[in-house]
């Protein structure tokens, strides 16, 4: 079974809890099996615009066949209880680019705030797997808060799309909020290990940001280190 636990928080807790002491399961149906559903959750705020909280949870490994990978966006609602997906009123999914092939999109999520005007702001990572034939530049994805239809919102209405510069270098595998370092707008830090092309090949850090217009990846600043 895949599942997802949620304690509510208390001021004293217990040494141990189980599984069976959850205050609400999320659980996913067979569609999700091996997907690495949990992997990966970020809180998100209010995505959807009914002023509840709500958090993403990233599936890199959803759908078998090509690795599409998927994020299932869970909605707070008053008297909040456990649910079973998919689940067209309680959750919204975004299923990976299907031209893709193993792009584990999912990899990383990260709620981004108030960047877009309105409800909040979504970021995905596709950064691809080690080693996989194709998909491994890697991609980073951003989604303004909204419903979707019917359940889903479509990867091809992201709002921006910033694609790695060559093959290997899976930007996105790890995702950050940088807060108001460039502007008053949070910036996008994406951790980029795999990166061969920063000197010596140690890997990079790139520091993106932008404006409502532009988009969080309009300017990127690049960070390494010296030496071996």
């Known amino acids: 079974t895949t599942q997802v636990f949620i304690y509510k928080g208390r001021t004293t807790w217990p040494a141990t809890l189980t599984d069976t002491q959850a205050d609400y399961v999320v659980t996913a149906d067979a569609t999700y099996a091996s997907s690495s559903f949990g992997t990966v959750m970020?809180?998100?705020?209010?995505?959807?615009?009914?002023?509840?909280?709500?958090?993403?949870?990233?599936?890199p490994n959803?759908?078998?066949?090509?690795?599409?990978?998927?994020v299932t966006i869970?909605?707070?609602?008053?008297?909040?209880?456990?649910l079973a997906l998919p689940s067209m009123s309680r959750a919204i999914v975004i299923d990976g680019d299907p031209a893709l092939t193993d792009a584990a999109f999912g990899g990383r999520v990260l709620g981004l705030g108030h960047f877009y005007t309105g409800s909040t702001t979504l970021i995905v990572s596709a950064p691809g797997f080690v080693g996989a034939p194709s998909s491994t530049e890697g991609r980073i994805y951003a989604f303004h808060g909204q419903a979707g239809t019917s359940g889903a919102i479509s990867v091809a209405s992201a709002d921006k799309v910033v694609v790695g510069a060559a093959t290997g270098l899976r930007?996105?595998?790890v995702l950050a909020d940088l807060g108001p370092i460039v502007s008053a707008l949070p910036s996008v830090g994406s951790g980029n290990p795999n990166?061969?092309?920063?000197?010596?090949?140690?890997?990079?850090?790139?520091?993106?940001s932008g404006n409502t217009t532009t988009g969080p990846f309009a300017s990127?600043?690049?960070f390494y280190l010296t030496g071996a």
């Open 42 to 59: 970020s809180r998100l705020g209010d995505f959807n615009g009914d002023g509840i909280d709500d958090f993403a949870i990233g599936s």
């Open 62 to 70: 959803f759908n078998s066949t090509s690795l599409l990978g998927r």
């Open 74 to 82: 869970i909605l707070g609602s008053p008297g909040f209880s456990s």
């Open 171 to 173: 930007i996105g595998a």
């Open 195 to 208: 990166d061969t092309s920063a000197p010596v090949g140690a890997g990079s850090v790139y520091a993106f």
């Open 220 to 222: 990127e600043q690049t």
